[in-house]
């Protein structure tokens, strides 16, 4: 969870556990379709546990619930499915936690994004759903608008517009592909009224398309909230502690927590070896003892190579640095100008 990569792998996770539990069935299911891992099949009554079985067999995590037909309707999605004398119409389906809530009017957005606000309730009370519920569609999307501030005379203008492109999509798609590849550059602007819409055709005469976006969100008043994490549990870090007993440090990385890797700096002098560090070197041969508790950090950086590179400019930026020199063998010396005089 969390990985960009989720999304791909549970895809092919599912692809594959569909071929697969679908070859095992001794019968053609009627329709199978799947977003992501939401299923909707067409298939006999008596057959529905020999279906659900076979998809719980392929790995003993993995285990998928069913939902029947009810009053010859399910939902799916979006929309809610309806068996209608032999053949399935669709409606334009809202869950019960659905609140209604989009971006107020008298919010600080640009007119563009309140109008595409009425669009998207548009296409979805209309595409999703059977004509003979389009007229009550509307209807709701009017209470929506009402219930965001969206004044009648704002709001019907788009919801006339926007039914109309819906009726001559062809045309309009076509239309509006001519229109877009003659403004194929687009620059983003901070949004600020009354000033931003007077840039819109400005920039239209150059060939840009103006996309705004919004400066001021409430992550920037309220955060995260998270709380904050103490130092020594920090990784993908670049850390620095000093001598105790002279003007000397010692600069490093690492990518694992740092007081991991700070135990293993004092263990290294703890150990009868001749093998030591230059850590423990300097702590052995001058009798100096580090700061252990004061340790700082320079950087924190996850990628191994950006860390490394960061390691050797701090430690090229500190010239009473012990490191040895092949901690920063790796830097081109065309930099040290650049690096010992900033």
């Given amino acids: 969870m969390g990985s960009p990569l989720s999304p791909i792998v549970a895809d092919m996770v599912m692809e594959d556990l569909e071929v697969h539990c679908l070859n095992l069935l001794d019968f053609n299911v009627i329709t199978f379709l799947r977003y ?13 546990q020999d279906v ?7 790995h003993p995590r993995l285990k998928f619930t069913y939902e029947l037909e009810n009053d010859n309707s399910i939902n799916f999605l979006d929309t809610t499915v309806i068996r209608d004398d032999n053949r399935l119409i669709t409606n334009w389906y809202r869950k019960p936690t659905f609140s209604g809530l989009y971006v107020n009017y008298f919010s600080g957005h640009s007119v563009k994004h309140k109008s595409n606000v009425v669009k998207g309730l548009v296409d979805r009370a209309l595409l999703l759903s059977d004509s003979r ?20 005379k704002f709001a019907n203008r788009i919801l006339k ?10 045309v309009v798609t076509t239309n509006e592909k001519i229109k877009n590849s003659e403004l194929n550059r687009f620059i983003k602007l901070p949004y600020v009224k009354n000033i931003s819409e007077t840039l819109v055709d400005s920039f239209k005469r150059y060939g840009f398309r103006v996309v705004f976006t919004m400066p001021k969100k409430l992550d920037c008043i309220i955060g995260r909230r998270k709380d904050k994490l103490d130092d020594e549990k920090k990784n993908c870090v670049v850390y620095k502690f000093d001598c105790a007993n002279c003007e000397s440090c010692y600069i490093g990385q690492t990518k694992r927590h740092l007081k991991t890797r700070i135990d293993e700096h004092m263990s290294n002098i703890r150990k009868n070896s001749d093998n030591h560090s230059v850590v423990s070197r300097h702590r052995l041969n001058d009798n100096h003892e580090f700061k252990w508790r004061d340790v700082s950090i320079l ?7 950006n860390r490394e590179i960061a390691e050797m400019f701090h430690i090229k930026r500190h010239n009473n640095a012990i490191n040895s020199m092949r901690d920063t063998e790796n830097l081109p010396s065309i930099y040290d100008n650049i690096l010992t005089n900033t």
């Fill in 36 to 48: 992501i891992d939401d299923t909707f099949a067409i298939l006999p009554n008596d057959r529905v």
């Fill in 133 to 152: 519920y389009h007229e009550s569609n509307i209807e709701i999307v009017r209470s929506i608008l009402s219930n965001n501030c969206y004044p009648v």
């Fill in 299 to 305: 950087h924190q950086e996850s990628n191994v190579k």
């Fill in 52 to 58: 659900v079985d076979a998809f719980n067999s392929y």
């Fill in 161 to 170: 517009e926007r039914i109309r492109e819906i009726e001559y999509r062809d």
